[in-house]
């Protein structure tokens, strides 16, 4: 077994982003973990690698098996070095590095639970924000790029099986420093990248933030924006854009563009058998009033003809809220809300500011 100890300075972190996810520097250490393959039956782990600090200082730690038969004795070096450690980041690590780790722990009949380490998955903290950042994957290289970090290793994972075999039948020096080099890159790029953190950290602020008078409504001839304070740095300014809306996110300012439908919509009734149709007029009227028609201009409604009709300046909604809705027809999915109720009550206003911010 190899052991590989040194300082780390030419690293970037954000210590403040590390304060979000309520871990002590103490006792939080970055993993990695390199392997033969991807089944932990049949496969074996043959590097660990961490970062960890102390004393003000960035350290990096890495358990290199030197013949196949060392695997157990770097399982045992490390779970001896991080049995005290709280907190565990990793990228895409509860899928893969932990659960593998643990089949290989249970090969050799090593006792240790990696269950009691909290872990921290930039993967799994990314997955549901991929396309705010419009790029193509959510490879851990890809985000580096993203992050404009560029590394001195080319190669991955798989290709370096190939030379791991090498290595232990020639101990060449120089491809025990390219598998090295690689691990050392991985550990460093992902705690460069640990500020993207930040973004799931935002949103999961803004949800939770009842917005009540911290909001301006500007009305444009196609669109509705909604301005809020960004409370919160972000490692990068975001701009995302779907059918439904525009987000735009910068150091001290969130804007949400809506475009709005200038239109006429339908607002259907639920109590349709309460209601007649009146097919000249191509609407429903409600049977208290309806008995003064002529029986011949009424019908008794369904609720594929139990509306009103309205002309006027629409905006989507996700799902339903507490409001007067419309919709295109009966079958349309996707409900409205008329731009005239949001800024005449404050109250539909506020429901549907938070409704859309519950929706990013």
């Known amino acids: 077994m190899y052991l590989n100890e040194s300082e780390l300075k030419n690293v ?23 392997t033969t393959g991807f089944s932990s039956l049949t496969n074996q782990i043959y590097l660990i690698g961490c970062i960890y600090f102390s004393n003000n200082k960035v350290l990096l730690k890495q358990w290199l098996c030197e013949s196949l038969g060392e695997e157990k004795d770097i399982l045992l070096a490390f779970i001896s070095f991080i049995k005290d450690f709280k907190d565990i980041i990793h990228f895409n690590g509860s899928r893969f590095d932990i659960p593998f780790m643990t089949k290989r722990l249970n090969n050799h009949n090593i006792l240790f639970d990696l269950n009691t380490i909290k872990e921290h998955d930039l993967y799994l903290n990314m997955k549901h924000y991929k396309d705010y950042l419009n790029i193509n994957s959510l490879k851990q290289k890809e985000l580096e790029l993203y992050m404009g970090i560029n590394r001195e290793d080319k190669y991955t994972g798989g290709e370096l099986i190939g030379y791991f075999y090498h290595f232990i039948n020639t101990k060449d020096e120089g491809i025990k420093d390219m598998l090295l080099l690689h691990n050392k ?34 009305v444009t001839d196609h669109t509705i924006e909604i301005a809020l304070e960004n409370l919160m ?8 854009r779907n059918e439904a809306f525009i987000l735009k996110i910068s150091d001290h300012k969130i804007i949400i563009e809506i ?3 200038d239109t006429e919509m339908k607002h259907f009734f639920a109590n349709y058998k309460d209601y007649f149709y009146l097919p000249n007029e191509d609407e429903a009227i409600h049977k208290s009033i309806g008995v003064y028609v002529d029986g011949s201009s009424r019908i008794q409604a369904k609720a594929s003809n139990c509306y009103i009709k309205k002309r006027g300046k629409f905006i989507p909604l996700f799902e339903k809220i507490d409001s007067c809705l419309f919709k295109k027809s009966y079958q ?28 990013l």
């Open 12 to 34: 970037t972190i954000d210590y403040e982003c590390l304060k979000l996810l309520n871990v002590d520097l103490s006792s939080t250490l970055i993993f990695d973990i390199e």
């Open 259 to 261: 475009p709005f439908s």
């Open 233 to 240: 740095d972000l490692p990068k300014d975001l701009n995302y």
């Open 332 to 359: 349309d999915s996707m409900y409205y809300i008329c731009l005239d109720d949001l800024q005449n009550s404050i109250s539909t206003r506020e429901n549907y500011i938070n409704h859309l911010i519950q929706n």
């Open 185 to 218: 890159d991985d550990l460093k790029g992902l705690a460069s990248i640990l500020s993207l953190f930040r973004i799931p950290c935002f949103f999961i602020d803004l949800k939770n933030r009842l917005l009540t008078k911290d909001y301006a409504l500007l």
